[in-house]
């Protein structure tokens, strides 16, 4: 279902779903935060891709000078808006494959925590939509579940499903990276391969990193604007 997370999974029942998560996803989640901050150049300009309610946009904005999330949800989006901090955030309604910013526009992009597979977007375009909103030397960080994650990623998504916010798991569909619910949902991951082949071409300097493991890492240097859509609807 390719707007399942905006139909679904926005907003309050998004924020649901990392309130029920077990204690090592908490982990994975903590994880993967102190991995992009780590990363990030200081008082640098931040786009965070799939921004959600915010959640992370307020972690990126203790070191960032400049703090930019999107989304597609616009119920997501409103309550990032109410969140502490959040006026020193700014906020948009777009669509990541197709971002409305000039080219070169941020220092670091961030999609994290498997968003190239909740997006159901072209992975590839999405990778070129990242690059190319990106300055020369800038940082694009995106990830996806580790192999050996399998287990706990089967364990979260039971929680969520207990919970009411996804459906029962497809056990026969279920398998090989991917989980498939009896709803619609369906999450994918990719490895380091795949990560190696989405990122072959583009003007960028590729380092593939197992993190935690729970996280594969897809860390990309620029070296070369790209041209990106022209602007689009911003939310404020």
Same mark, same amino acid.
């Given at each position: 279902m390719k707007d399942y997370y905006s139909r679904k999974l926005s907003a309050e029942r998004l924020r649901k779903c990392y309130e029920v998560a077990p204690e090592r996803t908490r982990r994975y989640l903590e994880a993967e935060v102190e991995f992009v901050l780590e990363k990030m150049p200081p008082s640098s300009s931040v786009l965070e891709m799939g921004c959600g309610y915010g959640r992370v946009l307020a972690h990126l904005a203790?070191?960032?000078?400049?703090?930019?999330?999107?989304?597609?949800?616009?119920?997501?989006?409103?309550?990032?808006?109410?969140?502490?901090?959040?006026?020193?955030?700014?906020?948009?309604?777009?669509?990541?494959?197709?971002?409305?910013?000039?080219?070169?526009?941020?220092?670091?992009? @961030?999609?994290?925590?498997? #968003?190239?597979?909740? %997006?159901?977007?072209?992975? !590839?375009?999405?990778? /070129?939509?990242?690059?190319? @909103?990106?300055?020369?030397? #800038?940082?694009?960080? %995106?990830?996806?579940?580790? !192999?050996?994650?399998? /287990?706990?990623?089967?364990?979260?998504?039971?929680?969520?499903?207990?919970h009411g916010l996804l459906g029962e798991i497809d056990l026969e569909a279920t398998r090989d990276g991917v989980i498939v619910c009896k709803d619609g949902f369906r999450a994918t991951t990719f490895g380091p391969d795949d990560f190696t082949t989405l990122t072959s071409g583009l003007n960028v300097i590729t380092r593939i990193t197992e993190v935690d493991g729970s996280s594969v890492f897809c860390e990309m240097v620029v070296t070369q604007a790209a041209l990106v859509p022209p602007l689009r609807r911003r939310f404020r």
């Open positions: 203790r070191k960032a000078s400049s703090v930019f999330g999107i989304d597609t949800s616009w119920e997501s989006l409103a309550m990032a808006r109410e969140a502490p901090g959040a006026s020193d955030w700014h906020l948009a309604q777009m669509n990541a494959a197709r971002p409305g910013f000039r080219r070169a526009s941020f220092d670091t992009v @961030v999609c994290i925590q498997n #968003g190239i597979s909740a %997006f159901k977007v072209d992975p !590839r375009e999405l990778m /070129e939509a990242a690059v190319g @909103v990106t300055r020369p030397g #800038g940082l694009v960080l %995106f990830s996806s579940y580790a !192999r050996r994650f399998w /287990e706990r990623r089967l364990e979260w998504v039971r929680a969520q499903s207990e």
